[in-house]
């Protein structure tokens, strides 16, 4: 082997290297070419999601506007009802006191009516005959 010989390894060599390094590069810019692709598909999902996110973050601030009227009037609503409460008690308290008084004036009327039992008696259906 001579000078002439390694040279011409060599070449064939830096020949193989240049072609293994171009094949390299290509696959490289395959590689890079499909990361941008996918980047690309990434950002218009993103956009998309945003999108729909948007959407549904609009959607709930409208239900929790609706959800807070509705706890508005269901607080007025119970406000009204402590109110009706209130005057039902009363009125109860009221009616009982207003039965127990008849009651009681009831009581004595009897009380009073027995008493007299001999003058006069009070009769469910009174006799004609006795008029």
Do not use: C, W
């Not at 072609?19 to 692709?37: C, N, P, R």
């Not at 959800?67 to 009706?84: F, K, M, Q, T, Y």
């Not at 004595?108 to 005959?129: F, L």
Request: hydrophobic share 35%; net charge negative.
């Amino acid at each position: 082997m001579d000078k002439e010989d390694i040279k011409e390894i060599e070449e064939i060599f830096v020949r193989h290297i240049g072609i293994l390094s171009e094949d390299f590069q290509h696959k490289l810019d395959i590689v890079a070419e499909g990361h941008q692709m996918l980047s690309e598909k990434l950002d218009a999902v993103e956009g998309r999601l945003e999108k729909r996110i948007d959407g549904v973050e609009s959607r709930l601030d409208r239900v929790e506007s609706r959800l807070d009227r509705v706890e508005s009037r269901l607080a007025g609503v119970d406000n009204r009802l402590d109110r009706v409460e209130k005057k039902i008690d009363s009125t109860d308290a009221k009616l009982s006191k207003k039965i127990d008084d008849l009651s009681a004036d009831l009581t004595a009327h009897r009380t009073d009516t027995e008493m007299h039992r001999a003058g006069y008696q009070v009769r469910e259906n009174p006799d004609p005959v006795d008029r």
